[in-house]
């Protein structure tokens, strides 16, 4: 009667009105009207207790429906929601979320509760690396903004292991952890004040037409090579895709340190033999040929385009690498990896079941800067470490977040032939930065939706996603040993499902290279154990880096 004489006063909130209502039908099991729109009198309502109420549907404890006019009043205390999935449950509330199925909750914060993500089945370990050149003093402020500095409490890195073929009977769980690190080590070191080495240069003109190598570029050109101006050479895409020097001299001691304990325990007078898959213009192959011979005797590099392999030489040459500690290999570097070799011994002239799709054409060896360029018959019998940086897919990548882009979904690597990509001319397409991936010409007027659905987008051509591929070279080498440079954006969650699938469990290293305070690049370390950098911290110990 409250409700309804609400009703006919012409109360200003309606809803109230039919709040009112739906607590007096429970209290006495009577109904209303229930439409909230009755702008009658009273007596219009009083009429209404004489005639038989209207059914209307609701829904009854026991899941039935029937009618709310003469129907058992519901259990007081029970949840109002009409929804049918909720009220099967008396006298409770439960909530939708997939992952709360009525267990109990923690006295921890939500983030903190123990459950399998504190014992997970593979850690990616985030460490912060800050390199530096001469354009320090450009430094950001926001450089010195903490950024999830603590890792999570109580959770326990497990070591590192390769168990390679295992069927997983359960979703892995994947988690990241961040290691701490110091505002004050992020600084510029004091030599970096005035600049050893001046890596800007706004004083020489840009030889090159600004639509192909911009300005910008240019006047950096010595951060790529430090010896860019005593002859460097480079093609359009390695303006772009080249790491620069002080990002890949850090990475090349990254794999020297990893090498000590495999020549060590080795002890036959020899160092690893590394494969840069993806060469290019030999940025990463001339860092890896600075290394000690003793530590890395071989760096084998590999690409499809010649005239890239030409360019990567020449490039050696300047620096002085041994020509007969650089080998390049003209050659899809899937193919190397998938069918010549297997735990790092070489496999190709051994009889297999599984016979490769395609087959790579027979390529004449030459000699250029006094280094060998040439096919398959110029392969070690020996692999012990990989190195690759695969096509990303063009500079379209970012449009998936800061964290969204997927090794599995957004990342192609062609493993068939192009048209031209093995005449003789070397004239054919290389795996770098932009090579499976072409800018549409409108594409300063797609939409942000337009531009995630074209990109990377082939409809010719056989590929493999950046999952398999780490798979691939996981098993080709006799370490286990994979670096993996990827997108700034990559998913953390993706990156640990990868390797977890081609056999690595229990933790791996994802390094951010910051540059003067400035995040560059990133490189997942896969084939060491990690787990001292998060469990050290956790229980107040040193975490310093012991497998770096």
């Given at each position: 009667?409250?409700?309804?004489?609400?009703?006919?006063?012409?109360?200003?909130?309606?809803?109230?009105?039919?709040?009112?209502?739906?607590?007096?039908?429970?209290?006495?099991?009577?109904?209303?009207?229930?439409?909230?729109?009755?702008?009658?009198?009273?007596?219009?309502?009083?009429?209404?207790?004489?005639?038989?109420?209207?059914?209307?549907?609701s829904q009854s404890m026991d899941g039935s429906m029937g009618m709310t006019g003469n129907s058992k009043p519901p259990t007081p205390g029970n949840n109002k929601s009409q929804s049918p999935q909720r009220n099967i449950h008396q006298g409770k509330k439960?909530?939708?979320?997939?992952?709360?199925?009525?267990?109990?909750?923690?006295?921890?914060?939500?983030?903190?509760?123990?459950?399998?993500?504190?014992?997970?089945?593979?850690?990616?370990?985030?460490?912060?690396?800050?390199?530096?050149?001469?354009?320090?003093?450009?430094?950001?402020?926001?450089?010195?903004?903490?950024?999830?500095?603590?890792?999570?409490?109580?959770?326990?890195?497990?070591?590192?292991?390769?168990?390679?073929?295992?069927?997983?009977?359960?979703?892995?769980?994947?988690?990241?952890?961040?290691?701490?690190?110091?505002?004050?080590?992020?600084?510029?070191?004091?030599?970096?004040?005035?600049?050893?080495?001046?890596?800007?240069?706004?004083?020489?003109?840009?030889?090159?037409?600004?639509?192909?190598?911009?300005?910008?570029?240019?006047?950096?050109?010595?951060?790529?090579?430090?010896?860019?101006?005593?002859?460097?050479?480079?093609?359009?895409?390695?303006?772009?895709?080249?790491?620069?020097?002080?990002?890949?001299?850090?990475?090349?001691?990254?794999?020297?340190?990893?090498?000590?304990?495999?020549?060590?325990?080795?002890?036959?007078?020899?160092?690893?033999?590394?494969?840069?898959?993806?060469?290019?213009?030999?940025?990463?192959?001339?860092?890896?040929?600075?290394?000690?011979?003793?530590?890395?005797?071989?760096?084998?590099?590999?690409?499809?385009?010649?005239?890239?392999?030409?360019?990567?030489?020449?490039?050696?040459?300047?620096?002085?690498?041994?020509?007969?500690?650089?080998?390049?290999?003209?050659?899809?570097?899937?193919?190397?990896?998938?069918?010549?070799?297997?735990?790092?011994?070489?496999?190709?002239?051994?009889?297999?079941?599984?016979?490769?799709?395609?087959?790579?054409?027979?390529?004449?060896?030459?000699?250029?800067?006094?280094?060998?360029?040439?096919?398959?018959?110029?392969?070690?019998?020996?692999?012990?470490?990989?190195?690759?940086?695969?096509?990303?897919?063009?500079?379209?990548?970012?449009?998936?977040?800061?964290?969204?882009?997927?090794?599995?979904?957004?990342?192609?690597?062609?493993?068939?032939?192009?048209?031209?990509?093995?005449?003789?001319?070397?004239?054919?397409?290389?795996?770098?930065?932009?090579?499976?991936?072409?800018?549409?010409?409108?594409?300063?007027?797609?939409?942000?939706?337009?531009?995630?659905?074209?990109?990377?987008?082939?409809?010719?051509?056989?590929?493999?996603?950046?999952?398999?591929?780490?798979?691939?070279?996981?098993?080709?080498?006799?370490?286990?040993?994979?670096?993996?440079?990827?997108?700034?954006?990559?998913?953390?969650?993706?990156?640990?499902?990868?390797?977890?699938?081609?056999?690595?469990?229990?933790?791996?290293?994802?390094?951010?290279?910051?540059?003067?305070?400035?995040?560059?690049?990133?490189?997942?370390?896969?084939?060491?154990?990690?787990?001292?950098?998060?469990?050290?911290?956790?229980?107040?110990?040193?975490?310093?880096?012991?497998?770096?």
């Open positions: 009667m409250e409700g309804g004489a609400s009703n006919a006063q012409g109360g200003p909130n309606r809803r109230n009105g039919r709040n009112r209502r739906r607590r007096n039908n429970k209290n006495s099991g009577n109904a209303g009207n229930g439409n909230g729109n009755n702008t009658n009198n009273t007596n219009t309502n009083n009429n209404n207790r004489s005639q038989p109420q209207p059914q209307s549907r439960k909530s939708r979320s997939p992952n709360r199925d009525g267990r109990s909750t923690s006295p921890l914060r939500p983030h903190q509760r123990i459950h399998k993500s504190q014992n997970p089945d593979m850690t990616v370990v985030i460490n912060r690396s800050d390199l530096w050149d001469s354009a320090a003093h450009f430094q950001p402020d926001e450089t010195y903004v903490q950024h999830h500095q603590h890792p999570q409490p109580n959770l326990l890195v497990k070591p590192f292991q390769f168990i390679p073929h295992v069927p997983n009977h359960h979703a892995p769980s994947i988690v990241t952890a961040r290691v701490p690190y110091n505002l004050e080590s992020i600084k510029p070191p004091p030599q970096f004040a005035d600049g050893l080495f001046d890596v800007f240069d706004r004083v020489t003109p840009n030889p090159h037409d600004s639509s192909v190598v911009h300005d910008k570029y240019w006047c950096q050109r010595r951060r790529l090579f430090s010896r860019f101006d005593a002859g460097i050479q480079l093609d359009s895409e390695g303006w772009f895709s080249v790491t620069p020097e002080v990002i890949a001299d850090h990475v090349a001691q990254r794999v020297a340190n990893l090498a000590k304990p495999i020549v060590q325990a080795r002890n036959d007078g020899y160092g690893i033999v590394i494969m840069d898959a993806f060469c290019g213009c030999g940025g990463n192959s001339v860092a890896f040929g600075k290394i000690d011979t003793s530590l890395v005797s071989r760096v084998v590099c590999v690409d499809t385009d010649r005239t890239k392999l030409m360019k990567a030489a020449h490039n050696a040459s300047l620096y002085g690498i041994p020509t007969n500690k650089l080998v390049f290999i003209e050659c899809n570097s899937t193919f190397i990896l998938k069918y010549c070799y297997k735990n790092g011994q070489f496999i190709l002239d051994q009889p297999s079941t599984q016979l490769p799709k395609y087959m790579p054409k027979p390529v004449q060896m030459t000699r250029h800067a006094g280094y060998r360029i040439g096919g398959l018959d110029l392969l070690p019998r020996r692999i012990d470490a990989v190195f690759m940086d695969p096509p990303w897919g063009g500079v379209d990548y970012e449009v998936f977040g800061k964290n969204g882009y997927d090794l599995k979904k957004n990342m192609k690597i062609r493993i068939s032939p192009e048209e031209d990509e093995y005449e003789a001319d070397g004239d054919g397409f290389g795996d770098d930065f932009f090579d499976t991936f072409s800018t549409p010409t409108n594409h300063q007027k797609m939409s942000q939706k337009a531009r995630k659905a074209n990109f990377n987008k082939h409809t010719e051509g056989d590929f493999i996603d950046g999952m398999e591929m780490l798979k691939v070279a996981a098993e080709a080498t006799a370490s286990r040993i994979v670096l993996f440079d990827m997108p700034r954006n990559t998913n953390k969650v993706s990156l640990g499902l990868s390797a977890y699938e081609a056999g690595y469990k229990g933790n791996i290293k994802l390094e951010e290279h910051y540059l003067n305070g400035r995040l560059k690049t990133v490189t997942a370390y896969m084939g060491a154990d990690y787990s001292g950098l998060i469990n050290n911290h956790n229980q107040g110990k040193d975490a310093a880096e012991v497998h770096s």
